[in-house]
T-cell receptor
Framework: GENVEQHPSTLSVQEGDSAVIKCTYS??????FPWYKQELGKGPQLIID?????GEKKDQRIAVTLNKTAKHFSLHITETQPEDSAVYFC??????????????FGQGTILTVHP | DTGVSQNPRHKITKRGQNVTFRCDPI?????LYWYRQTLGQGPEFLTY????????KSRLLSDRFSAERPKGSFSTLEIQRTEQGDSAMYLC????????????FGPGTRLLVL
């Protein structure tokens, strides 16, 4: 089955700095890689996703890069703000994308942005 | 609000009792997923529906768990004879139904079994 490893488990930055979170996955057939942000007491909210036919995707201060050869993908947040503080999860589809879209999640990264 | 909704948001029960949670997906979303999330962990897949058909069940879903989606719209997740180990956040997500599309999560139901 799919295994997703996420690092670091905690990340503390100053406001305005950049933050990078990395994930590796085990199934080379995986083809879809979403990132979710989860605030305390709430469900995960999709912030960006990437499919395997592109290497990078950007949405304002958030970007995701994908290296299919190395089987890893990363979340980049620039010009961090205190409201970016949350738990971030990467995910990939189980069974290499041949299943019905069920996702395997990483262990999460607690991001703290200090004013 | 047209997002995924879940009820109740919180449930406290005593060990051995039965509980039922409800999920209302985004309108016209064919796919509905249930996940479980314990403290400090990412969500773990439990089960999946394509319209009213339950097509996948994780081995995490013991015989005490049952899920339904009778008319292909809302879904219920029932846990019978609850155990303390069932304490977790139960998350529902829906997606439109293409091969691999974004899953939109609800706010979750937090269960505490005493």
């Amino acid at each position: 089955g799919e295994n997703v490893e996420q690092h670091p488990s905690t990340l503390s930055v100053q406001e305005g700095d950049s933050a990078v979170i990395k994930c590796t996955y085990s199934d080379s057939a995986s083809n879809y890689f979403p990132w979710y942000k989860q605030e305390l007491g709430k469900g995960p909210q999709l912030i960006i996703d990437i499919r395997s036919n592109v290497g990078e995707k950007k949405d304002q201060r958030i970007a995701v890069t994908l290296n299919k050869t190395a089987k890893h993908f990363s979340l980049h947040i620039t010009e961090t703000q205190p409201e970016d503080s949350a738990v971030y999860f990467c995910a990939a589809p189980l069974d290499g994308g041949t299943s019905y879209g069920k996702l395997t999640f990483g262990q999460g990264t607690i991001l703290t942005v200090h004013p | 609000d047209t997002g995924v909704s879940q009820n109740p948001r919180h449930k406290i029960t005593k060990r051995g009792q039965n509980v039922t949670f409800r999920c209302d997906p985004i309108s016209e979303h064919n796919r509905l997923y249930w996940y479980r999330q314990t403290l400090g962990q990412g969500p773990e897949f439990l089960t999946y529906f394509q319209n009213e058909a339950q097509l996948e069940k994780s081995r995490l879903l013991s015989d005490r768990f049952s899920a339904e989606r009778p008319k292909g719209s809302f879904s219920t997740l029932e846990i019978q004879r609850t155990e303390q180990g069932d304490s977790a956040m139960y998350l529902c997500a829906s997606s439109p139904g293409q091969v691999q599309e974004t899953q939109y999560f609800g706010p979750g139901t937090r269960l505490l079994v005493l």
